[in-house]
């Protein structure tokens, strides 16, 4: 039995919250993209200095690059019962290569989640962030570049998987025990994969 959750969402939504607690109750990885890029950028590696600018900037970081670093993530042995993504895909193309990914391992994903909040409530919540923990791509500039690109790249995925027959909508802008109880009671209807 293996589970492999999507969240999709703007920043903001609680996707990091509710992977979480995902994670804990489920027993599955929590892979979050900006997590591996954050990393990387510690690491002092080539490639983290290579995505700095554009990750403070608020801009997405190339497919080519985001995609090797998932698979390279996905091919652990810790994702054997599954995980949970959070901030992958972002974009078609990323999309479009999980898909590829997973028919190399003769498996789907289980369902994909769309946290869906207004941009009012994402902008006041990433800048009550940015207080508490100073992330560098927190300032006005760009959260509203971030929020842009949501809308621009990420936000057709929700139709990209809708036509695929695994979305569901999830209203953000609610306690956090309130939407986790909408994902647990999604996933309870889950099958076996
Ligand atoms: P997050 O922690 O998910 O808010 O991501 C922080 C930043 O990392 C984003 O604003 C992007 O610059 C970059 N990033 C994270 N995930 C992706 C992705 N799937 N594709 C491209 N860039 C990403």
Redesign the pocket.
Known sequence: MSLSVLLLGP?GAG??TQAKRVSAEYGIPHI???????AEEESGSELGRQ?KA??E???????D??IEL?RNRLGQPDTEAGFVL??????TV?AEALDSMFADIGRNFSVAFALQIPDEVAFERLRRRAEVEG?A?DTDE?IER?LD?YHRETEPLIEYYRTRGNLVPVRGNRTENEVFADIQAALEQVPAA
């Open positions: 920043q996707k990091g979050a993209s900006g997590e591996i890029l954050r995505v554009t990750i900037r608020g801009d997405l970081v190339s497919d690059v985001m998932i959070d901030g992958f895909p972002r974009t990323q992330r791509d760009a971030r690109n």
